[in-house]
């Protein structure tokens, strides 16, 4: 089943005397339960196509349909809402609130959308990222990777319809990197739950079913 469809989908930044094609009327599509990797040099459009993906940005043109609803019909919003519930995104620098301890970084979208907190999931999630002993924890007592694995958890406490995950080793030693990508494909495979994945690294991109290469912000390949 088709989760998430792009078509057309093309980003211009600048006004008309100072233009920068971002996006290049790109288009693919995406089933349920795929692990996918966006890859390309730095410039080549991989993270302007997250952003539009996420609902994070506007594209100039186009459209991204996830399970068949056009998230730019929306007003921003419900967009916003639409975003919290079904987007779970990952960053390259773990954006935790530093205030909070791992447990509640990772129910934050729940609470934010006045949800309740289902205490046999979050230990499922708590034991599934190895961060049971760690769970009253604040980000600056955490590693490097241990903030990912809350990002991760944060990401998918939702039970979102896809994962975004933006360079989600590129801040980590090789180490924490292997730990990251595997948690990745666990969570992918366990939850069946779809993930997108942007990197430049091709050795963290191979763990994927999928690689669409990016380039001057257009697909070149898809394998």
Request: hydrophobic fraction near 40%.
């Amino acid at each position: 089943m088709e989760i998430l469809k792009v078509e057309n989908l093309t980003k211009i930044y600048g006004g008309k005397d100072n233009q920068v094609l971002a996006l290049d009327n790109v288009s693919f599509s995406i089933k349920k339960g795929e692990f996918v990797a966006i890859v390309g040099a730095s410039g080549s459009g991989k993270s302007t196509l997250l952003h539009l993906i996420g609902g994070v940005d506007r594209p100039t043109s186009g459209h991204v349909y996830i399970e068949g609803k056009d998230i730019y019909d929306f007003d921003d919003d419900k967009l916003a809402i639409f975003r919290r519930r079904q987007v779970g995104l990952i960053y390259q620098f773990y954006n935790l609130i530093p205030i909070l301890n791992v447990e509640e970084n990772i129910t934050l979208p729940l609470d934010l959308d006045n949800r309740k907190i289902e205490k046999e999931k979050i230990e499922q999630l708590l034991k599934l990222l190895g961060l049971e002993n760690r769970r009253k924890h604040l980000p600056n007592e955490l590693s490097g990777g241990q903030q990912q694995r809350t990002s991760i958890g944060r990401a998918l406490i939702t039970n979102p319809a896809i994962i975004l995950a933006d360079e989600p080793t590129g801040n980590l030693d090789s180490k924490a990197s292997d730990e990251i990508i595997q948690l990745l494909k666990k969570a992918n495979q366990q939850y069946k739950q779809t993930i997108i994945m942007i990197t430049h690294n091709l050795e963290m991109a191979s763990f994927a079913d999928r690689m669409i290469k990016l380039e001057d912000g257009k697909i070149i390949e898809v394998k």
